[in-house]
């Protein structure tokens, strides 16, 4: 079975610019997640979807961070424009997210490691 | 707010010698997760635990939740240097989303 797939994998852009990273969750997984994570902390979530739609964007700064998944299956996560601080990795995760099972595990891609510099 | 409060936040020992990791919190979850992270990798599950009491082991790491449901330990015996990376645990709320711990640095020396 393949995992989910992340491109690029390292990123290096200037203050300002934009940035796009994509995502192709395991097949079948219905939850998809975008975290952010700061070298040696726990990953923050950014944004979840279920399918196609949004459950959860609480955590993401809309000003400038947009994400969409498009039929389901892929999704993508821009910044427009990027700041010194959103230099970080970010992580792309799925989950079957199966009803009254009560377990929600994740499995993660190998992340972009952002630099804005 | 759900938090949960990992320690130690770093961890530097011999190979050999034994560790604990501590996940805890004032909330309940329905289920714990346990992940290692490597340097330039995403993190990869190694265990979930459900039940109250529940003990799981793989291999030399053992792994408890608490019976209350709101803290949980990581045991690792005779640590090797391919032990070493950033474990993080992971407690599982109603909105299939995970609360995640700050990670325990893990550096094994041989």
């Known amino acids: 079975e393949a995992g989910v797939a992340q491109s690029p994998r390292y990123k290096i852009i200037e203050k300002r610019q934009s940035v796009a990273f994509w995502c192709n969750p395991i097949?079948?997984?219905?939850?998809l997640y975008w975290y952010q994570q700061i070298l040696g902390q726990g990953p923050k979530l950014l944004i979840q979807f279920q399918n196609n739609g949004v459950v959860d964007d609480s955590q993401l700064p809309k000003d400038r961070f947009s994400a969409e998944r498009l039929k389901g299956v892929d999704s993508t996560l821009k910044i427009q424009p990027a700041k010194l601080e959103d230099s970080a990795v970010y992580l792309c995760?799925?989950?079957?997210?199966?009803?009254?099972?009560?377990?929600?595990?994740?499995?993660f891609g190998p992340g972009t490691r952002l630099t804005v510099t | 707010t759900q938090l949960l409060e990992q320690s130690p936040q770093f961890l530097s020992i011999q190979e050999g010698e034994n560790l604990t990791v501590y996940c805890n919190s004032s909330s309940v979850f329905s289920s714990l997760q346990w992940y290692r992270q490597e340097p330039g990798e995403g993190p990869v599950l190694l265990v979930t635990v459900v039940t109250g009491g529940e003990v799981k082991k793989l291999k030399r790491l053992t792994f408890q939740f608490g019976d209350a449901r709101k803290d949980s330990s990581l045991h690792i015996t005779a640590a090797q240097p391919g032990d070493t990376g950033l474990y993080l645990c992971a407690g599982g709320d109603s909105n299939y989303q995970l609360i995640w711990g700050a990670g325990t640095k893990l550096i094994i020396k041989p």
């Open positions: 995760a799925s989950s079957l997210s199966t009803p009254g099972t009560g377990t929600y595990e994740q499995y």
């Open positions: 097949s079948g997984h219905a939850t």
